[in-house]
């Protein structure tokens, strides 16, 4: 099985904010990498697929780069919506992998 | 709209099986595969398995390969996940999530989600 590696498990940032979250595979799985948002309760929401292309509706203010192991999620200016937890997925390859989560909390 | 409404919170006794639905509505059912994930409290996300709506093939992640068992009925654009020998690690959130890509080819991506089903697994 591939594996996804998130980095940092957890972040304190303020509003206005740029975070940056990052996530490494186990072998190079090309753009097959998906971003997602989760908020307590709630169900996941796809954020960006294919480690760069912005879901519908997505605010442009979140982006994806990277390719091979090693990709970025970037939140250029953090508003309060936004924190939540963040979780990377390959779709490279079955068994679908998820990373083990980054959360983004309020400093 | 598109949308995934997935049945109510269940408990069960370990050893007991489990079946969660997930009933599409706002688009051609048999054109976009299901995916299963779930959560355990507090945890992160895992992926179950795929079913294709079209033909009902189904692909299930190694770990759930024994116990569960995913089926569709077109009629009622419903997508099943029945999860048997249930002990108390499957106490979780499952989600259905519906694959980004149309046609006879998954993206293993999920654009739209249902609302989770709280299963509880306690003697």
């Known amino acids: 099985d591939i594996q996804v590696t998130q980095s940092p498990s957890s972040l304190s940032a303020s509003v206005g904010d740029r975070v940056t979250i990052t996530c490494r595979a186990s072998q190079n799985i090309r753009s097959y990498l998906n971003w997602y948002q989760q908020k307590p309760g709630k169900a996941p929401q796809l954020l960006i697929f294919g480690a760069s292309t912005l879901q519908s509706e997505v605010p442009s203010r979140f982006s994806g780069s990277g390719s091979g192991t090693d990709f970025t999620l970037t939140i250029s200016s953090l508003l309060r919506e936004d924190f939540a937890t963040y979780y990377c997925?390959?779709?490279?390859?079955?068994?679908?992998?998820f990373g083990q989560g980054t959360k983004v909390e309020i400093k | 709209q598109v949308q995934l409404v997935q049945s109510g919170a269940e408990v069960r006794k370990p050893g007991a099986s489990v079946k969660v639905s997930c009933t599409a509505s706002?688009?051609?059912?048999?054109?976009?595969?299901i995916h299963w994930v779930r959560q355990a409290p507090g945890q992160g996300l895992e992926w179950m398995g795929i079913?294709?709506?079209?033909?009902?093939?189904?692909s299930y992640a190694q770990k759930f390969q024994d116990r569960v068992t995913m089926t569709r009925d077109t009629s009622t654009s419903t997508v099943y996940m029945d999860l048997s020998s249930l002990t108390s690690d499957d106490t979780a959130v499952y989600y259905c999530?519906?694959?980004?890509?149309?046609?006879?080819?998954?993206?293993?991506?999920?654009?739209?989600w249902g609302q989770g089903t709280t299963v509880t697994v306690s003697s």
């Open positions: 999530g519906r694959d980004v890509g149309q046609g006879h080819v998954a993206a293993n991506a999920m654009d739209v």
């Open positions: 706002g688009y051609t059912f048999t054109w976009y595969y």
């Open positions: 079913i294709n709506p079209s033909g009902g093939s189904t």
């Open positions: 997925q390959q779709s490279y390859s079955a068994p679908i992998t």
